[in-house]
């Protein structure tokens, strides 16, 4: 376990050298980010009352929580880099030594989301403080407590779909594609371009049989208190259902690779 | 005609027409070299087949979110500003055609410049008897752009149809006029980005910030106010580069006004990214010696 720890430091270490790649990524995602808030903005000036549930501050608070939970738990360039392991043969020492190559990367998804989290914390803060009268603090304690739990699990089952795709690797030469396949269907049902209640409630609902809200929508959703009571804690559950199948895949599909591999350049 | 009187018959003309014929304008040697460019980067392209379709792919289903986005959006309100849905979807499919084609034209070879100064083979494409800005910035043209582009038209042509536009040819070409200058703006601006690494070396976060900057090129122009807007009007002028051309096609245009602003913002853009990219070359300080 101890040696995790070091691959975390390790991580922190090289991952603040990208700084100011990170603060630059940081500022040039407020830009979209203002847009869209202006966009609501405008329609909501142009009847005033609440649309699918959403009051005019909600709506702006949860667009600056999706802002917030995707620094937290985004995977930023950790499934590129797999897949380069991978197609250059990297990950070969792992095969030999006694260290666990989703392990090992799980702890350096984690550095990176730290050493990005400190670099965005004070530019997102100064943001959010920007739309601070229609910023919303969590309903209860309660909710914060389910919020910071289901965040983390956020980040695992981030993680671990991220994983499984990048396993595409031991078979295809070029995973890209594949990944903004995905990456797309995550951006639209995941809550991230708009919160599910805009939905017709037909789709929302057949949304939530698939993983994808609860990387994205279903935190920022405890937080504001749109779920609570019963369905907090089965959300819960499904929650890390999800978590625990994604990681039951990426260990599936590592050990299918494994089968495939060839060792090129190792 | 013989081989032999054709020689002659140039002599006769004197010298200067002589030096005349051997060395082509400018314009038919760049022209050639272009025509060149574009024969390696279409048998690259086929080389990777199910690579070339999947990009498409994937493109084709951003544009799909966006236009689904609006979608529902519209569920929920009547307008945005005076804008109506299938104006909106009119600019967002003006916006993925300028996007596309920019695309096809330009894209990977701004990436590509962090790369080539990173590694020193810049070297090789300075010490070339062409211009260098020509050849880094048209070197691979990007195939699956085009067939996106024409998606885009697609939508446009049904937004049209469902607003029942007729649009005069004055109009049309007016659009076709400001969606080129709309590229320009893309290009330059883009150019300026990729040329910061000259100074940074590395330089990651170009494309990712290429697109958040373009993102808000296909939202309404009204949604937008007070510093935001006169900043993404008149310092970053990507609110101007697909809104007008759409109004100009869609009988939104009130006034000359904004299609004179983006006439000015093109050539500004494309007179700074030139000045940006001359003082830029020269901090070059090759990788490999």
Redesign the interface.
Known sequence: MKKYWHVIGIGIQNNLTYR??YL??TL??F??L??ML??W???YG??GAA??GYTLAQMISYYLLVAVVDVLTAVNEDDWQIAADIREGNISQFLLKPVDYLWFRLGLFFSGRIAFTVVALVPLAIFIACFGRYFVLPVNGIACLAFLVSLVLTALLQFFISYAMAMLAFWVL?VS??I??LF?FE??ASGH??PLD???PALKHALFFTPFPYQMYFPVSLYMGKIAGADLWQGMLVQAGWVVLAYVFARFMWNRGIRHYGAFGG | MNRKSKVESREQAGPGAGTLAARPSTLVRYGGIYGTLWKTSVTREMS?KG?FI??I??EL??FA?QL??IG??Y???????TWTQWQVVLLVGASSFIQQTYQAFFLTNCVNVSELVRTGKMDFLLMLPINTRFLISLRQVDLGAFVNATFAIAVMFYAAAKLNLHPTAVQFLGFLALCAVGILIHYSLMFMLAAISFW?V?A??IV??YY??F??AR??D????GV?KVVFTFVLPVLLVSNVPTRVLADKLQSPVLWLVLLGMGAVCALVSEWFWRISVRRYTSAST
């Open positions: 100011v790649n630059t990524r040039f995602s830009i979209p203002f847009a202006s966009l903005r405008t329609i142009g009847q649309i699918a070029e594609t594949f903004f396949i797309a951006y639209i371009m708009f805009v939905l017709p | 990777f690579n999947l990009w792919v994937v289903l951003w979110m689904c986005f529902v959006l569920l929920h309100t009547n307008s945005i500003g940074t590395r990651q976060g990712w910030g958040n900057l993102n808000i939202m309404p009204e949604a937008f106010r935001f």
